[in-house]
């Protein structure tokens, strides 16, 4: 089993980068949303934390994704 370094280094398959790139997207508006200059109801703001963390597991979680030639 590979270390998750090695994992990491790996090339990460298509479909896994498109869930890379959302994963961050989500993590940026998400923090666009909680640090916006304006008062925003505090519903909003939890969601946004929330799609922060997802965000995060998600791009996290899919960059250790690699392609088996088993």
Excluded: C, W
């Amino acid at each position: 089993m590979k270390k998750v370094i090695e994992r990491i280094q790996e090339p990460t398959p298509k479909f896994f980068k498109l869930i890379r790139n959302a994963g961050l997207l989500l993590t940026a508006v998400s923090g666009v949303i909680a640090t916006a200059p304006v008062s925003l109801p505090s519903l909003v703001i939890t969601i946004a934390g929330y799609l922060a963390v997802a965000g995060g597991i998600a791009s996290a979680i899919s960059q250790t994704a690699i392609h088996r030639d088993d």
